[in-house]
């Protein structure tokens, strides 16, 4: 873990050569902070994701990023906000910033706006974080003067590693959706022990929207961009190319679990990817893209289209309302951008 965040005040307009959060101020040009949560809390999964938060740290700071490893304790909607502050600050010197993200997923409740409400990351201490703020302290930055003032998101990649905050949900901006078996709610037409034959196709495609209660949807929540492409792999240039965002349809294995066919935990794919992404492979960064296929080859033995994870699978939810989903990652925006 890294040091406190509790020494500098959110809105201070004073920035000095000392740490917030452990990120030095003065040289804090591309920033990378490592979120997660557990709940209920798990301990041997809780030390996968551990690990690979300290890993990706290390990653970061042999690259001489300003870093910090917000896991667990420090990961709460209170710090995110202070974090996304301090890089909206016009004298931070922030141009770019990235989050990895691992841990649980949670909606509103009642699950008002459909399907799920609000979408939430479970955070320390109830402290957990919603979409709808997420995007306020993305993209507003308060000043004492003239209150609070419009900035553009600076979070230009997220790869963040839980259920439910990477998918494709609703279609159209006013939050209608499709209730696609499978996707959007469970298909109860077979038993436990039998998944349906085919894979659910998904008719839904946008990822957020704007509600009266703010944003929903954490892709949109974080980018502030309604047009990233929906397959950003293998369209990486439709739409808005600032940013790519890599999450979850459904559910995301856990850290700890065995990749079927190869042996390899699922914590091998983040950290292979962040591996290649940061240039330790080659002298040059890997693209999203193609950091993707390098982290599937080291978990899967396989490029990244033909991995378990882009292609997914079935999980039965036994919990009301119980039936099958069917999960898989989500590339949205623009893959063949990569980190600075």
Known sequence: MVCSILALLL????LTPATFFGIQLV?????????????????????YEEDVCDYIYDLFDGA???????YWTYTTETNLGQVLQYENHPNSGVGYATNWWVGDFHGSNPTSPGPYGHLYCYGASSDDIRDADVNIYATLYWDPYYGWETVVSKQYFNFIWTCV???????DPSGTYD????????????????????????????YGFEHSTGVVGM???????????LDGF???????????????????????????GSGNHYSDFPTAFYYAALGYEDVDHYSFKDALDFASYQTFGTNYLNSRLHNGDWYYRTDSPSGWFHWSMRVLGNGNNGLP
């Open 27 to 47: 040289k804090a040009i591309n920033v990378a902070m490592q979120w997660g949560y557990l709940n209920p809390v798990n301990g041997t999964e809780s030390g």
């Open 234 to 260: 293998n369209y990486p240039y439709s739409g808005d190319t600032e940013y790519c965002y890599i999450g979850f349809e459904s559910k995301s294995p856990f850290m700890g679990d065995v990749a079927t």
């Open 219 to 229: 892709p949109l929540a974080w980018t502030d961009t309604a047009d990233l492409s």
């Open 11 to 14: 809105f201070s307009l004073i």
């Open 64 to 70: 001489s990023w300003s870093t910090s490893n917000a």
């Open 165 to 171: 905050n990477g998918g494709v949900y609703w279609n």
């Open 179 to 206: 209730n696609v078996l499978g996707i959007v709610s469970p298909d109860y037409r077979y038993p436990q022990n039998s998944h349906p034959p085919t894979v659910p196709i998904n008719t839904n495609d946008e």
